[in-house]
């Protein structure tokens, strides 16, 4: 007598567990890490006491960009996002396997230049070697991001509470407590002369970096409980709450620190505690190892589920699309990335790694805008999905291209 057949269970698939809360923290974990640790000094040198414009005005530049993603992240709630919104709206393969490439690179470059900074912050305080201080960040963070999306993402969530606590405790210390040694708050507002705008726009460029991370967002579209709800107002609360927290801190930075001092460091916020105990330094100098440890977690978060979302849809080998029956994460993508990380933040400066990440970010976000082009004037349907008028796919693409240009020039 012939056995019954018993029915193959079906294949893992990601695990949609990611609510509103966790969505929007883990937003504000990818966008606001290291870049405004170092940033302000660098916009301060060029805008002078108007530094806090420039973020202000980075912040509506990729408010256009931020809204595509929003339409397109609700039309399309699928790992891998820009690769599948490419293909959506230019129809071509090779076109939107190579964004997906981007967007992966991106990912790779931008955590390997965040790893070897967390190193120089490890070695400040334990004094071990640079080598094994970036493989074992790695090799933790990769560990964390294979347990589980929910799991990571929490953890992420944590750091993140953690990491915008201490920019309050800037904002607050810098305000209220410090001796008040740089820019009076009269002299703080830009008047409307040529010049001190000049330096407002060139400073942008600079203040634009700090705001790259939103987009990966979308990324993790599969795993988010009521995406085509979940997804839109994640992106804005993200981009809201992190201007807010950069435009104070960089207020109360500006009013404490006297400007030709803060110009020329590159960790600005510290000097805000120059005449703090010593306990406030060391505390506010781990609260800045763990914003840079944060950034290695959640891209490696990214970079796995962009290069699963893109195997799964046959754009790469099959086998970079298993997910392990335990954690119900992408364990051989995740594996891949994390090696990737280790060898670019060993081999490769700091400086490079960030120049790239920002150009490859910005040409990612040309070609996204574009696509949400192509798809409107198609008018194709799509259920429920949030909508923008064509006009801010346009500004996207105008505003990325000239920032890219401003980059590579």
């Not at 806090?52 to 992240?73: I, K």
């Amino acid at each position: 007598m012939p056995r019954p057949q018993v029915p193959a269970s079906p294949p893992p698939t990601l695990r949609r567990t990611l609510t509103l809360p966790l969505l929007t923290l883990y937003g504000l974990g990818v966008t606001v890490g290291a870049g405004i640790y170092v940033l302000i000094g660098a916009t301060a040198a060029q805008a002078g006491p108007y530094a806090w414009v420039a973020f202000l005005l980075a912040a509506v530049v990729l408010s256009f960009t931020a809204f595509s993603y929003a339409e397109l992240a609700t039309r399309y709630p699928v790992s891998a996002g820009e690769s599948a919104y490419v293909d959506a709206g230019f129809r071509r393969v090779w076109l939107a396997t190579g964004i997906g490439l981007l967007v992966a690179a991106s990912g790779l470059v931008s955590a390997s230049a965040i790893t070897v900074g967390a190193s120089g912050y490890l070695g400040a305080l334990t004094g071990a070697a640079p080598p094994l201080l970036i493989i074992g960040t790695v090799i933790c963070m990769g560990l964390l991001a294979w347990w589980g999306i929910t799991q990571s993402v929490t953890v992420a969530a944590i750091i993140t509470v953690i990491e915008i606590l201490g920019l309050v405790f800037v904002i607050t210390w810098g305000i209220a407590i410090s001796e008040q040694n740089g820019v009076p708050p009269a002299d703080l507002f830009p008047p409307f002369e040529q010049a001190p705008w000049t330096g407002i726009i060139s400073a942008t460029v600079l203040a634009f970096y700090a705001f790259v991370g939103f987009e990966d967002m979308v990324n993790v579209a599969e795993e988010v409980k009521e995406p085509r709800r979940t997804m839109p107002r994640a992106i804005i609360y993200t981009l809201v709450l992190a201007t807010l927290l950069y435009v104070a801190t960089c207020i109360a930075v500006l009013m404490a620190v006297p400007i030709d001092l803060l110009a020329g460091s590159s960790a600005p916020l510290t000097l805000v505690f120059i005449d703090a105990p010593g306990a406030v330094q060391v505390g506010f100098a781990a609260v800045a190892v763990v914003a840079t440890v944060n950034g290695v977690l959640i891209q490696i978060i990214m970079v796995s589920r962009v290069i699963y979302g893109m195997a799964d849809r046959g754009s790469l080998p099959a086998v970079l699309g298993r997910l392990s029956p335990r954690t119900r994460t992408p364990s051989v993508a995740t594996a891949a990335v994390v090696l990737g990380i280790l060898g670019l933040s060993l081999f490769l400066p700091i400086a490079q790694l960030a120049a790239w990440t920002s150009q490859i970010v910005l040409t990612v976000f040309v070609f996204v805008n574009l696509a949400l082009i192509a798809i409107k004037r198609r008018a194709e349907p799509a259920a429920d999905h949030f909508y923008v008028p064509m006009i801010v796919p346009v500004m996207g693409v105008i505003t990325s291209l000239g920032l890219l240009a401003t980059s590579l020039l």
